[in-house]
């Protein structure tokens, strides 16, 4: 059959080879099936989607929630659940009147840390879910107690970000990676989506 043999098998071969990598996620990681726990599935996304880009990264959150979030931690850093907090850092978290920050800021934040540290985080893949390593971390998840008085501003943004943890609607995960630089903690809450949930924080969970 000689050289004529080898062109023929060319179209066969360049198929395989296209089966091979449809059957592989980013960076040709082998395929896993989709876990079957919410926790997982996070973990499971999250992984998949550092690895794919950037904007499929940004793509998990719910920049608005991200927002809300963050002006609440802002008053329980300030009431103690920081305690090292700088007095410059104190004294803007208690000038805040509870206005969440904007999405368009939220998203360029949270984009600014995929280089440095989001996908050192992620590494090669082969992600798993785990128990935040910090306490800090751990309380993410857990529904927001009552504010002591005089921080009424902040009131109704508490009742909204409960909504997205009480019940089972949402929670925490930590995700460690192989050859990872570091952990993360992600903040989820349950959404009518293809996903079936939206990110609504993320933290470093330290080396």
Known sequence: MGGG???????????????AAAACGPKGEAARPRPSTLPEQVVYDFERAVMTSQDAFLALFDFTAVGEMEILL???????????????????????????YPPERERRNVGSFYDWL?????????CHAVTPTWAY?????????PLPPGNESHE???????????DGAGGVIGIRCPGGER???????RRD????YDLITIYDDGP
């Open 183 to 189: 952990g993360l903690a992600l903040v989820y809450t």
């Open 156 to 166: 109704p943004l508490r009742q909204k970000v409960n909504g997205y943890l009480e």
């Open 74 to 100: 802002h008053r329980y850093d300030v009431l103690g659940r920081l305690p090292d907090l700088d007095d410059e850092t104190r004294a803007e978290y208690l000038a805040e009147d509870g206005t969440p």
């Open 193 to 196: 989506n293809a996903r079936g």
């Open 5 to 19: 043999g080898v062109r023929d098998a060319t179209p066969l071969l360049t198929a395989a080879l296209a089966l």
């Open 118 to 126: 989001i996908r050192p985080a992620v590494a090669r893949g082969d």
């Open 137 to 145: 971390n751990q309380l993410l998840g857990v529904p927001y107690e």
